[in-house]
T-cell receptor, first 115, second 114 residues
Framework: DTEVTQTPKHLVMGMTNKKSLKCEQH?????MYWYKQKAKKPPELMFV???????INESVPSRFSPECPNSSLLNLHLHALQPEDSALYLC??????????????FGPGTRLTVT | GDSVTQMEGPVTLSEEAFLTINCTYT??????LFWYVQYPGEGLQLLLK?????DKGSNKGFEATYRKETTSFHLEKGSVQVSDSAVYFC?????????????FGTGTLLAVQP
C-alpha cells in the first residue's frame, strides 16, 4: 500500500479562522513533507519532518504551524491566513529523510480557499 | 544552484502518437531523477525514477534514461492514450545532500485527443 491520505479534501476559511489539515500514512515512512501548489506551478516545499522532528522550514510564515504527533501523522495548523494562501496543499512521505535515496509519495491534497 | 528545465507545454498529441517530453538538469553532485504525473484535481504520482547514470526507469509504457553526459532525463512513450492527459513534472533530489528536497521543473501539460 503506497497511500497517503489527506483530510479535508476541500476547505474554505475566513481570514480570522483557525483550521487544521491532516495527513496520514501507514507505509512505515519516517520522513513527511508539506508542499504548497499554486495553479499551473510545481509544488513548493514548506516543511520536512524526519523521525518526527522538524528538519526543514522553508521560511514559511508563522501563520502556518506544522505538527507531527507520531510517525504516521502530520498536521498543518492554519491561523489568520491571507487570500494569497489559497492553494492546493500536498502532503508527502518517504522511507527516510536521507537526501536523494528515496522517492516521495504524495497525497491527493487539500484545496484551500481563504476568503 | 541545482535546477531542472522542462520543455514548455502544452503538448497536444493524437491518440497512439509517440511522446517525448524533454528534461535537462543542472546539479553540483549526483542526483536521483524522477518523473511525477498529476492528473486534473489530484496529487502527484510517482511515474518512474532513476538513481544513477545509464539507469532506465519505466512504468505503464513510459520510459526515461538517466544520461549523465547530456544531463538529461527525457520522458518517452510509444503510443499515448487519452487517459495520459495530465501534467508531467521532472524532478531531482541530491544524493547525500544536506536536505531531502525535491527540485521540480515547471511541469509540462500533455493533452491527448481521440
Amino acid at each position: 500500500d503506497t497511500e497517503v491520505t489527506q483530510t479535508p479534501k476541500h476547505l474554505v476559511m475566513g481570514m480570522t479562522n483557525k483550521k487544521s489539515l491532516k495527513c496520514e500514512q501507514h507505509m512505515g515512512h519516517r520522513a513527511m513533507y508539506w508542499y504548497k501548489q499554486k495553479a499551473k506551478k510545481p509544488p513548493e516545499l514548506m516543511f520536512v519532518y524526519s523521525y518526527e522532528k522538524l528538519s526543514i522550514n522553508e521560511s514559511v510564515p508563522s501563520r502556518f504551524s506544522p505538527e507531527c504527533p507520531n510517525s504516521s501523522l502530520l498536521n498543518l495548523h492554519l491561523h489568520a491566513l491571507q487570500p494569497e494562501d489559497s492553494a492546493l496543499y500536498l502532503c508527502a512521505s518517504s522511507q527516510d529523510g536521507l537526501a536523494g535515496l528515496y522517492e516521495q509519495y504524495f497525497g491527493p491534497g487539500t484545496r484551500l480557499t481563504v476568503t | 544552484g541545482d535546477s531542472v528545465t522542462q520543455m514548455e507545454g502544452p503538448v497536444t498529441l493524437s491518440e497512439e502518437a509517440f511522446l517525448t517530453i524533454n528534461c535537462t538538469y543542472t546539479a553540483t553532485g549526483y542526483p536521483s531523477l524522477f518523473w511525477y504525473v498529476q492528473y486534473p484535481g489530484e496529487g502527484l504520482q510517482l511515474l518512474l525514477k532513476a538513481t544513477k547514470a545509464d539507469d532506465k526507469g519505466s512504468n505503464k509504457g513510459f520510459e526515461a534514461t538517466y544520461r549523465k553526459e547530456t544531463t538529461s532525463f527525457h520522458l518517452e512513450k510509444g503510443s499515448v492514450q487519452v487517459s495520459d492527459s495530465a501534467v508531467y513534472f521532472c524532478a531531482l533530489s541530491m544524493v547525500g545532500g544536506a536536505t531531502n528536497k525535491l527540485i521540480f521543473g515547471t511541469g509540462t501539460l500533455l493533452a491527448v485527443q481521440p
